[in-house]
């Protein structure tokens, strides 16, 4: 069998052990020029990613949330190594990615499913050939690599005999999607990046792939990134959950204590403003006026502050750092970080002398 | 309530393609004077048809419409071209997902919403120019009169979606149709439109039908909804009943496989299958392949909408089941 061994095997090693991050990240960074001289002039930039920090933990599913345009699909591409960091460094496992480990040995272990099921398979070729394709390049034989295909359709729910023959555009979305990920664990990755990966399936079938997920994690020892706009489905299926804002991140924490007890005013908006299921209560006001500033020129200080409730005159002049509290949760508000000069802020740690 | 719209055994089919498409096929629904309808349903179901079916947006050559829409006591398959002219936009009007459909890139948006109500009024450019500005107050658009004479695309998506609204509301329609407005929006933004389209139906009367394909949103805007599947209503009734009491087996499995539901770690319930190929329906009820209790007589007859409790019908032989 060449699947379905989990992480534990003599090459698929987990070196760090369980306490290790499968991958930490550390003040990654990526700016894209803005192409001609537009309304910003020359040399502006777009702040795309401008110094995200986090861990990912082994065998955890850790969510993306934000708004349009804060920076969770730049994110992914640079975990991907899809595009080139401006700067900041990442460690898997226990080794420095384009150091200790080197870009190929990292590139397989990384894999990703995208939103849209149909751009990301070649139209020319048979689902087989498709999932079949990578572990070629990798140089596993013709035979082996086709075997694997099968096992994998059967695994994500489709009958080889049925399907393997089959071009994408003779396939349902649910259908296509359920191909991208066998695609995408052909190659036996340790992490899964999956952005907006059920986002345009109907509900109906986003039910099933969102089981399908859960099953094959388990079974194939997985860690997934999880990029997505629905916050319902974010609070269904992560460990531990990472608020965007504007490219930084606004706030990081386990599941329960993110949607139950938001620290950062923005997370607490966001959540506030998810349609209510309830015809009796639904929302009255709505929690933030205005739509998201732009990434070029973002404001300066904590980049909420234009549209924060609870700011004052330091929030303006004072860029929060991620800062720890009780239950492992983080986040970068002033409010949160003693002594800031906030109102609400604990007292400083030391008394000042 | 008075009848705002009442569309009767509605059908569209499209015979521009190899295999004629039957996308809406027997709808019959009405939306009283200052009600809102949600039109909820997967992708394919025939919402947007439906809705199009109401400004006889399809192309002439290469579709067929049957059965009858009345709006505002008005037969919309009997207008003459010069009579459907003033009717978009003075009766009725849309807006869409994509601002972009609606708005043009090379004018302002002010002049864009001027030229829409000189088409259809005898009123000066200044005039004009005034409700205009008063449009835009109406929508929230902050620096409104700044605003007036700013390019769509510069503009953000929240605030061309206002900007959308007010052009659409140009000529006072009375009824406004809504196919996804909010789905390319952002979560903090999408309720800000939402709670906007209420406060307009609440304030000018409008009459809105609301095609969705989420139920929380549907749930925020409606007071009606209307489950589309494969071309038909299958339910319909008020929100409460729909989400509360919900009596279609489709409409029960949509709800059912909602993750709000689960517990982190569950397994969601799931309606099992896909939705159906319009051009290759099965016999009967289109449900049926993926219906837990479908029946031998499911698959003969097409179930009409029954009466499943006040003001609340499904298209199901078995609803005694579903209780
Ligand atoms: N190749 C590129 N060139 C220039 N700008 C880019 C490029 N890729 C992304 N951006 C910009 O970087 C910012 C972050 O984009 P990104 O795609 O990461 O957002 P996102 O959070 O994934 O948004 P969405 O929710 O819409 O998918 C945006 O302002 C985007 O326009
Ligand atoms: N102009 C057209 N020509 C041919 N088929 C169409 C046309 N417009 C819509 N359809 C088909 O009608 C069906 C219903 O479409 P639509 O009403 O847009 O669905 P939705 O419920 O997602 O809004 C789909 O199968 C679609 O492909
Ligand atoms: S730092 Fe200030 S502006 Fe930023 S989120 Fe906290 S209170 Fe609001
Ligand atoms: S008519 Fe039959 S197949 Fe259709 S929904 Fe009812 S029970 Fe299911
Ligand atoms: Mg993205
Ligand atoms: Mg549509």
Redesign the interface.
Known sequence: MIIGEPAHLPDGPDRGGPAQPLLSVRDLVKHFPVKGKGLFGKGAVVRAVDGVSFDIRKGETLGVVGESGCGKSTTARLLMHLIKADSGEMVFDGEKVGADLDLTAYRRQVQMVFQDSYASLNPRLTIEESIAYGPQVHGVSAAKARAKAHDLLARVGLEPGRFAGRYPHELSGGQRQRINIARALALEPRLVILDEAVSALDKSVEAQVLNLLQDLKDEFGLTYVFISHDLNVVKFIVDRVMVMYLGKVAEIGEGPAVFGAPRHPYTAALLASMPKMDPDARSAEAPLTGDPPNPINPPSGCRFHTRCALAEPVCSVQEPPLAAMEGLQEAACLMALPGSGHSRAPAPVEAAA | MTEAVAIENLSVTFTGGSKPVRAVDGVSLSLGQGEVLALLG??GSGKSVTLRSLLRLHPPKRSRMTGSIRVAGRDVLELSPGELADFRGGVVSMIFQEPMLALDPVYTVGAQITEAIRRHEKISAADARKRALALFERVRI?SPDRRLDAYPHEM????RQRAMIALALACRPSVLLADEPTTAL???????I??LLRELQRELGLSIIFVT?????A??IADRIAVMYAGRVVESGS??DV?RGPRHPYTR??LA????R?Q??D??????G??PDLTALPPGCAFAP?CSLAAPQCREIVPPLAEVGPAHTAACIRVAETV
Do not use: F, N, W, Y
């Not at chain 2, 953000?156 to 605030?159: D, L, N, V």
């Not at chain 2, 952002?186 to 800000?192: C, G, H, L, M, S």
């Open positions: 997967e992708s902050p953000s998506g929240g605030m952002d979560a903090t933004v999408q309720i800000q939402l709670l394909h989420d139920i929380g949103v749930v925020e929100v409460r989400i499995g949509l496989s909602r993750v709000e689960a982190k770690g397994r969601l319930e799931t309606i099992p896909s939705p993926r």
